[in-house]
Structures are given as structure tokens and as C-alpha cells.
């Protein structure tokens, strides 16, 4: 190689040996490429980091001069737009992106993110397009386990029939049939028509009636033995199953073996907060499964029930479409990837003074060259029909650094001869600076914008660095109950419709933290869509299924065109911090904010430095498992920090938390034969220490960010593995 960086042997190889061959690239004009985008674009994004560091240390002083929190508001916002922090919110520009698939375009419907360094996941999140209603039903809490409907090792009937009812009422809703119930039915079938096919439901009698709406039959599918049937309401997908030789279908009405929901009809692959990815071997699994995704032929094998199983990516649904063309549907999510932010700098690559790259301009790189495969393979419909690339980036502090990556994913344009504004992106609203300059932000990068969303605990992490010096904020569950997060996750959604989002985009919200409380998450996450979001957040493929049946109920286009009318959420509420008194803190209160804080962060270090899992299901102080990444860690550490400031509590009242809290999480890990105890010795531990360290420097953490201790602690941690 002629390039002048030092590039990592793993890496290297990687990209001559797999990645350049897949996308039929030449080497040469690559790692030049690569040297020139990272030569050119270096200085802006450490001149945008230092604007940060700079604002950041202008709000500390205006904040220590003025301790308390009842400074002038007016005053503050006038010194913030004085400051170049807050930017004029009178002008909604409208985003002209173009070539968007229509799952992110003008589907509304559930949203996963799933960690793409683990093969196994990100393929189910993958499949996860479609799912069993049934399965979905008769497996979580929805149903209730009593009155004879417990699940148990086997087949429980009684059980069986709920699900069916549960199934039955969302059908009648969903797709009515004419004047009866879909249990009335005891046959279905269709009619060939001069005009095309027209779905018929059999009654008893020999009595036939069609659907309420006609449109809404989009074809079938059948074999010897079984036939589906296929339908959309709001845009998505169901599929009734008949097949009379299924253990459940041979007994039920009509034979209805199952209910099928277009579930995930998005899928983000983190390359971020949720993977653990701290050196080239690590980023190396990153991109490969990436470039698997995008090939078609990522594989997974694993262990299931004590017999090895090859998880492959699920093939396309083909049917007779009612108009009695073939139809043929994708069967896996659209699959958007989200790189990280500005901040992190990578070995992988050293420039020529020997510095460590910037991690996110070598993601925008990689990602995109391993997208590129997409319009290559064979044998299953291309990911983005519409042929573009879809990056979610996080971490953005204000429209100069979104205008940034507009530059940047330019220049990747560029050097692979795509089209410009190929490489679409996704504007994580999860900094305050970003926030309360949103329609700015959206405006720096309009011809690319795809994706806009709300992120609490991100956001609050950030609310809490911003504001650290201006006093004690408000125990977690209380700031939740602030006017400011109100107002900030309305201002997302009104931003959002202002700038035309609406039928070009998606607005979404965050994420349901809890995979096992799903009948929680089916009585409460409705309010996401009737809040104008067309997409949220999801733990799994299940709670993804669960969450579909919100989007039937909701029609976000309707409900977005009436939001368009409402006055605009209060920026002043989003400007004003989660503030207490100090003396509204009782003893009792401290103790056990600072339990759950230090529980929570302990229990997903632990798992973060010693094993490199970077999200996981993790027991809160109560046992009820969290699907925590990141972003929990920062909102955590960084309240103990702000607390520890302004001396609600005491170093020492500190360590003793976390050291009684290590043995509590070490208990909950007991059978986890790859856990590595805590408090068996704590100055040993690396990831004891680790946790420490968020908690004691996180002021001086840059926008309280917990990705620099953590990559500093596992590189440590593999060190000690591999001598």
C-alpha cells in the first residue's frame, strides 16, 4: 500500500481481502481516498469539538455566577443566543430528500435497534419484518397467567383459545369483515372476479360475506396443505394462515393456524451505543457483519436446545396480488446503520503524526462501502429499492455539526462515484444544543434527511452536563415529570411537521426499556403513535409484533396533519434545567437515588468492560430486567456526578453505594459462568473501577459522554485477558 497512515493489520486485511472484492473497488483509489477525506475533514471536526468544550465553559461561568435556580430565564436565553448556543427558531426549512424507500417514507410502524456486532441478533432483528401474533401472545405477559391460562413446559389450551380471542378482537378491528366477527367464520376463500380476486368469508350457514373495505385484501399465497391470506391497514401488512394440518390451526374456526404481522418494518444496526467495539478486531466484526447484511449472506450458528442452529436472513413473501400479478414483499426490515458520533477517535487507522482517527469519519467510510453490496446480490430483494443509504448519526450538537456530516457523507459520495445524496441520514434529536436548534439542524442537511427522534435518557444525560453547574438536579423519576421533557418530546414532533417530514421521513421516539413487561408496553406505547410519531422504539421481535397492533389503531398521517395545527411546543419549558433545593432532599431520598444510580451503572459495566457486551437485559435494584446500552449509563453517572458537585452527597457515602451495590449485582450474575465477581476484591476490578471513574470525573467528561472511561477500561480489561 502506497497510503502514509498506519493502518491495523486486521483491518487491512479485512478491507484488500473482503470488503474491496465485494463492492469490486480498486485499492489504490480507496486508501487515497480515505487519506484525503480524513486530511481534509480532521481539523473541522476538532475544531467543532473544541466550540463545544468552549460553550460548555461559558454556560460553567455564567452558571457559578449566578448559583441556584432562580436566576433570570429571560436573561439566560439572551446569553445563550449572545454566545452562538441558541440559533433564530423562526424559520422551519422544508427537508427535498429524495429516493426514499417507503418504510421510512410512508409506513408507520415499530422500529428496532439491535447491536450489529452480534451476528446472531442483528439477523433476527433482521426477520423481525414479520411476526407471529400468536407466538407474540401466547409467550408474554400479555395473557394473563391465571384462571387456568398459565404457560408451563407444554402446550396449555386454555391459553391457547385467549390468544385466540386476543387475536380474533384485533382482526375485527383491523381488517372488518362485513357485518360479522371473524369468529363467525368458518370458512375463508377468494372469488375471481372479471376485475381481479375479492376475499369471501363462509359462514355455517353456507352465507358468504366480504371485508367492510374491499381494498384492503392484497392477495394470497397457498401450497397443498395450507393457504395465507393477505391484507394492509395504515400501510402495513397482516396475514391470516389456514392450515388444518397445524397443531393449532386443525382444531380452530375456519383453521386459522396463525395471525402474521409486518412487525419491524425498520431496523437500525448499531455501530454506537450499544456494541462494545474498542480496537480494530472489534470494529473488524462491526463492519463485516454489516457487509454481510447488506451481501444477504451473513450467517449465525448457535446451540439451540442442545443442537447446533444456523440462523440464515428470512427469503422474500411471494403471493397473488389481487389484481392477480405476483406481488412479492421483502421479508426483512429496511435496514438502516447508525455510526458514531464526533467525539471518539480509533486505532484502527493512525494519521501521519500518529494519531488516532476520527471513529465516525472512518464509519461513514466503512459503512457506506459495505452498503454498496446491496446492489449486487442475488437471490433476495436489495435492501433500499429505492437505492439509497441510510445513516443514523447520534451525538450531534447544534446545525454546524449535522452540516458537518452533510460535508462528510459528501465526500464519501464522492470517492465511491455515487449519486449525491445517495448516503441519507438519520438526526438523533439527544443533545439540548440540537434540540432547541432543531429546525436548523434539519436545514443543514435537507436533501438528506430521513429520520428525526427523541431519546430521554441521552437527552437528560446531556440536560444534566449542560446545566451541572447550576445546581442539584431533581432525582430521576422527578425530572421525568418536568415540564421541560413534555415540552421537548412535542417540539420533536412539531419541528418535525413543520419541516415536512410527514410522508418524506420519520419522526420517532424512544425506546420501551423493559422486554418482559409487555402487557405494560401493549396498555401504554399507543401513545407513541398518537403522539405523531411513525415510528418507536422496540426491545425485540416480540414486543416489535405487539407494538404493530398500536399502528392499526392509530392513523399517524391523520394524526400528524392535525398536530400541524397545534402552537408550538414552549421552547422556554425545554431551556429550563431539572432544578431542587437542596433541602427538599431528605436522607431517605439521597440513600436511595443513590442505590438505584450506582446498582444500575455497576450492573452494566460490569458487563460492558469484563465481557465487551455493549446492551443487554439488566436487573434494576428491584429485579426487573432493563434492556440498558449507553445511554443509561450516562444519564446515571452523570446524575451522581452533579450530585457529588454541588454536596447533596459525599464521596465517601459514594464509594460505600457502589461497593454494596457491586454485591448485589454480583448476586444477580450468580449463574452467569463468564461473570467475574466485583466485590471480591475491588481494587482488582477492572470493571469496578471503571464505574468509579464515571462517577467521580464525570464532570469533567466531555457533554458527561461515557464512551471515553469505557474504552479506556476495556482496552485495560483485554490487555489483562490476553497477557
Same mark, same amino acid.
Given at each position: 500500500?502506497?497510503?502514509?497512515?498506519?493502518?491495523? =493489520?486486521?483491518?487491512?486485511?479485512?478491507?484488500?481481502?473482503?470488503?474491496?472484492?465485494?463492492?469490486?473497488?480498486?485499492?489504490?483509489?480507496?486508501?487515497?481516498?480515505?487519506?484525503?477525506?480524513?486530511?481534509? *475533514?480532521? @481539523?473541522?471536526?476538532?475544531?467543532? *469539538?473544541?466550540?463545544? +468544550?468552549?460553550?460548555?465553559?461559558?454556560?460553567?461561568?455564567?452558571?457559578?455566577?449566578?448559583?441556584?435556580?432562580?436566576?433570570?430565564?429571560?436573561?439566560?436565553?439572551?446569553?445563550? +443566543?449572545?454566545?452562538?448556543?441558541?440559533?433564530?427558531? $423562526?424559520?422551519?426549512?422544508?427537508?427535498?430528500?429524495?429516493?426514499?424507500?417507503?418504510?421510512?417514507?410512508?409506513?408507520?410502524? @415499530?422500529?428496532?435497534?439491535?447491536?450489529?456486532?452480534?451476528?446472531?441478533?442483528?439477523?433476527?432483528?433482521?426477520?423481525?419484518?414479520?411476526?407471529?401474533?400468536?407466538?407474540?401472545?401466547?409467550?408474554?405477559?400479555?395473557?394473563? $397467567?391465571?384462571?387456568?391460562?398459565?404457560?408451563?413446559?407444554?402446550?396449555?389450551? +386454555?391459553?391457547?383459545?385467549?390468544?385466540?380471542?386476543?387475536?380474533?378482537?384485533?382482526?375485527?378491528?383491523?381488517?372488518?369483515?362485513?357485518?360479522?366477527?371473524?369468529?363467525?367464520?368458518?370458512?375463508? !376463500?377468494?372469488?375471481?372476479?372479471?376485475?381481479?380476486?375479492?376475499?369471501?368469508?363462509?359462514?355455517?350457514?353456507?352465507?358468504?360475506?366480504?371485508?367492510?373495505?374491499?381494498?384492503?385484501?392484497?392477495?394470497?399465497?397457498?401450497?397443498?396443505?395450507?393457504?395465507?391470506?393477505?391484507?394492509?391497514?395504515?400501510?402495513?401488512?397482516?396475514?391470516?394462515?389456514?392450515?388444518?394440518?397445524?397443531?393449532?390451526?386443525?382444531?380452530?374456526?375456519?383453521?386459522?393456524?396463525? /395471525?402474521?404481522?409486518?412487525?419491524?418494518?425498520?431496523?437500525?444496526?448499531?455501530?454506537?451505543?450499544?456494541?462494545?467495539? #474498542?480496537?480494530?478486531?472489534?470494529?473488524?466484526?462491526?463492519?463485516?457483519?454489516?457487509?454481510? *447484511?447488506? &451481501?444477504?449472506?451473513?450467517?449465525?450458528?448457535?446451540?439451540?436446545?442442545?443442537? @447446533?442452529?444456523?440462523?440464515?436472513?428470512?427469503?422474500?413473501?411471494?403471493?397473488?396480488?389481487?389484481?392477480?400479478?405476483?406481488?412479492?414483499?421483502?421479508?426483512?426490515?429496511?435496514?438502516?446503520?447508525?455510526?458514531?458520533?464526533?467525539?471518539?477517535?480509533?486505532?484502527?487507522?493512525?494519521?501521519?503524526?500518529?494519531?488516532?482517527?476520527?471513529?465516525?469519519?472512518?464509519?461513514?467510510?466503512?459503512?457506506?462501502?459495505?452498503?454498496? +453490496?446491496?446492489?449486487?446480490?442475488?437471490?433476495?430483494?436489495?435492501?433500499?429499492?429505492?437505492?439509497?443509504?441510510?445513516?443514523?448519526?447520534?451525538?450531534?450538537?447544534?446545525?454546524?455539526?449535522?452540516?458537518?456530516?452533510?460535508?462528510?457523507?459528501?465526500?464519501?459520495?464522492?470517492?465511491?462515484?455515487?449519486?449525491?445524496?445517495?448516503?441519507? /441520514?438519520?438526526?438523533?434529536?439527544?443533545?439540548?444544543?440540537?434540540?432547541?436548534?432543531?429546525?436548523?439542524?434539519?436545514?443543514?442537511?435537507?436533501?438528506?434527511? #430521513?429520520?428525526?427522534?427523541?431519546?430521554?435518557?441521552?437527552?437528560?444525560?446531556?440536560?444534566?452536563?449542560?446545566?451541572? &453547574?447550576?445546581?442539584?438536579?431533581?432525582?430521576?423519576?422527578?425530572?421525568?415529570?418536568?415540564?421541560?421533557?413534555?415540552?421537548?418530546?412535542?417540539?420533536?414532533?412539531?419541528?418535525?411537521?413543520?419541516?415536512?417530514?410527514?410522508?418524506?421521513? &420519520?419522526?420517532?421516539?424512544?425506546?420501551?426499556?423493559? =422486554?418482559?413487561?409487555?402487557?405494560?408496553?401493549?396498555?401504554?406505547?399507543?401513545?407513541?403513535?398518537?403522539?405523531?410519531?411513525?415510528?418507536?422504539?422496540?426491545?425485540? @421481535?416480540?414486543?416489535?409484533?405487539?407494538?404493530?397492533?398500536?399502528?392499526?389503531? #392509530?392513523?399517524?398521517?391523520?394524526?400528524?396533519?392535525?398536530?400541524?395545527?397545534?402552537?408550538?411546543?414552549?421552547?422556554?419549558?425545554?431551556?429550563?434545567?431539572?432544578?431542587?433545593?437542596?433541602?427538599?432532599?431528605?436522607?431517605?431520598?439521597?440513600?436511595?437515588?443513590?442505590?438505584?444510580?450506582?446498582?444500575?451503572?455497576?450492573?452494566? /459495566? #460490569?458487563?460492558?468492560?469484563? &465481557?465487551?457486551?455493549?446492551?443487554?437485559?439488566?436487573?434494576?435494584?428491584?429485579? /426487573? !430486567?432493563?434492556?440498558?446500552?449507553?445511554?443509561?449509563?450516562?444519564?446515571?453517572?452523570?446524575?451522581?456526578?452533579?450530585?457529588?458537585?454541588?454536596?447533596?452527597?459525599?464521596?465517601?457515602?459514594?464509594?460505600?453505594?457502589?461497593?454494596?451495590?457491586?454485591?448485589?449485582?454480583?448476586?444477580?450474575?450468580?449463574?452467569?459462568?463468564?461473570?467475574?465477581?466485583?466485590?471480591?476484591?475491588?481494587?482488582?476490578?477492572?470493571?469496578?473501577?471503571?464505574?468509579?471513574? *464515571?462517577?467521580?470525573?464525570?464532570?469533567?467528561?466531555?457533554?458527561?459522554?461515557?464512551?471515553?472511561?469505557?474504552?479506556?477500561?476495556?482496552?485495560?480489561?483485554?490487555?489483562?485477558?490476553?497477557?
Amino acid at each position: 500500500m502506497a497510503h502514509k497512515f498506519n493502518v491495523d =493489520p486486521v483491518f487491512q486485511h479485512f478491507v484488500e481481502d473482503e470488503l474491496l472484492p465485494a463492492i469490486g473497488f480498486d485499492s489504490g483509489i480507496f486508501w487515497s481516498g480515505v487519506e484525503a477525506i480524513i486530511d481534509d *475533514l480532521t @481539523p473541522a471536526n476538532r475544531e467543532l *469539538l473544541q466550540i463545544r +468544550t468552549d460553550l460548555q465553559s461559558k454556560i460553567d461561568k455564567w452558571h457559578k455566577a449566578r448559583p441556584g435556580s432562580d436566576f433570570d430565564h429571560a436573561e439566560y436565553c439572551e446569553f445563550l +443566543t449572545n454566545i452562538g448556543y441558541l440559533k433564530p427558531t $423562526d424559520e422551519f426549512p422544508t427537508i427535498e430528500t429524495n429516493n426514499v424507500d417507503a418504510e421510512i417514507a410512508e409506513v408507520a410502524g @415499530p422500529q428496532l435497534v439491535v447491536p450489529v456486532s452480534n451476528a446472531r441478533f442483528a439477523i433476527n432483528a433482521a426477520n423481525a419484518r414479520w411476526g407471529s401474533l400468536y407466538d407474540a401472545l401466547y409467550g408474554t405477559d400479555v395473557i394473563a $397467567d391465571d384462571d387456568g391460562q398459565e404457560r408451563g413446559e407444554g402446550y396449555n389450551p +386454555t391459553r391457547g383459545a385467549a390468544v385466540i380471542r386476543h387475536a380474533t378482537a384485533f382482526l375485527d378491528s383491523a381488517v372488518p369483515l362485513d357485518g360479522i366477527s371473524h369468529a363467525d367464520v368458518n370458512a375463508y !376463500g377468494v372469488d375471481h372476479a372479471r376485475d381481479g380476486l375479492r376475499f369471501v368469508a363462509s359462514l355455517a350457514s353456507g352465507e358468504t360475506r366480504g371485508l367492510a373495505n374491499s381494498s384492503q385484501f392484497c392477495g394470497y399465497a397457498d401450497s397443498d396443505t395450507s393457504c395465507r391470506y393477505l391484507f394492509k391497514n395504515n400501510g402495513l401488512h397482516i396475514e391470516i394462515l389456514i392450515d388444518p394440518d397445524h397443531p393449532i390451526g386443525r382444531g380452530a374456526t375456519a383453521n386459522v393456524a396463525d /395471525v402474521i404481522l409486518e412487525s419491524a418494518v425498520t431496523t437500525i444496526q448499531d455501530c454506537e451505543d450499544s456494541v462494545a467495539a #474498542v480496537d480494530a478486531a472489534d470494529k473488524v466484526d462491526v463492519y463485516r457483519n454489516w457487509l454481510g *447484511l447488506m &451481501q444477504g449472506d451473513l450467517e449465525a450458528v448457535f446451540s439451540k436446545g442442545g443442537k @447446533p442452529s444456523t440462523r440464515r436472513l428470512a427469503k422474500d413473501r411471494i403471493y397473488k396480488g389481487a389484481d392477480g400479478e405476483a406481488l412479492v414483499l421483502s421479508g426483512r426490515s429496511l435496514l438502516l446503520v447508525r455510526n458514531v458520533g464526533h467525539l471518539m477517535t480509533t486505532d484502527v487507522v493512525l494519521d501521519r503524526d500518529g494519531n488516532e482517527v476520527f471513529e465516525g469519519i472512518l464509519d461513514a467510510i466503512m459503512t457506506t462501502a459495505c452498503a454498496m +453490496t446491496d446492489r449486487r446480490r442475488d437471490g433476495l430483494q436489495a435492501n433500499s429499492r429505492a437505492g439509497s443509504i441510510y445513516i443514523v448519526k447520534p451525538k450531534m450538537h447544534g446545525p454546524d455539526e449535522v452540516a458537518f456530516t452533510d460535508t462528510l457523507f459528501g465526500r464519501v459520495e464522492q470517492l465511491f462515484e455515487l449519486q449525491a445524496d445517495t448516503i441519507k /441520514v438519520g438526526i438523533m434529536d439527544e443533545e439540548r444544543r440540537t434540540t432547541v436548534n432543531l429546525p436548523a439542524c434539519i436545514g443543514a442537511a435537507k436533501n438528506r434527511v #430521513v429520520f428525526i427522534n427523541t431519546g430521554f435518557l441521552d437527552r437528560t444525560g446531556d440536560e444534566i452536563h449542560t446545566s451541572m &453547574q447550576a445546581g442539584p438536579v431533581l432525582p430521576k423519576e422527578a425530572i421525568k415529570r418536568e415540564p421541560w421533557i413534555t415540552a421537548y418530546e412535542d417540539w420533536n414532533v412539531d419541528i418535525g411537521i413543520r419541516c415536512g417530514l410527514p410522508g418524506k421521513a &420519520q419522526i420517532g421516539k424512544g425506546m420501551w426499556p423493559k =422486554p418482559d413487561e409487555m402487557r405494560q408496553m401493549v396498555e401504554t406505547k399507543q401513545a407513541h403513535p398518537k403522539a405523531g410519531a411513525n415510528c418507536a422504539w422496540v426491545p425485540s @421481535p416480540t414486543a416489535a409484533t405487539l407494538h404493530a397492533m398500536h399502528y392499526h389503531a #392509530v392513523d399517524v398521517r391523520k394524526v400528524q396533519k392535525k398536530l400541524a395545527k397545534r402552537k408550538l411546543a414552549s421552547l422556554d419549558d425545554i431551556l429550563t434545567p431539572p432544578l431542587i433545593s437542596t433541602e427538599k432532599l431528605t436522607a431517605e431520598m439521597i440513600q436511595k437515588e443513590l442505590d438505584n444510580n450506582a446498582q444500575g451503572i455497576l450492573g452494566y /459495566v #460490569v458487563r460492558w468492560i469484563d &465481557q465487551g457486551v455493549g446492551c443487554s437485559k439488566v436487573p434494576d435494584i428491584d429485579d /426487573v !430486567g432493563l434492556m440498558e446500552d449507553r445511554a443509561t449509563l450516562r444519564i446515571s453517572s452523570q446524575h451522581i456526578a452533579n450530585w457529588l458537585l454541588h454536596k447533596v452527597t459525599t464521596k465517601k457515602q459514594v464509594l460505600e453505594t457502589l461497593q454494596r451495590m457491586a454485591e448485589i449485582v454480583d448476586k444477580q450474575n450468580a449463574d452467569d459462568t463468564f461473570y467475574t465477581p466485583m466485590s471480591g476484591d475491588f481494587t482488582s476490578s477492572i470493571a469496578f473501577q471503571a464505574a468509579c471513574a *464515571l462517577v467521580f470525573e464525570g464532570v469533567d467528561q466531555p457533554s458527561g459522554y461515557t464512551e471515553p472511561l469505557l474504552h479506556q477500561y476495556r482496552r485495560k480489561k483485554k490487555a489483562q485477558l490476553a497477557g
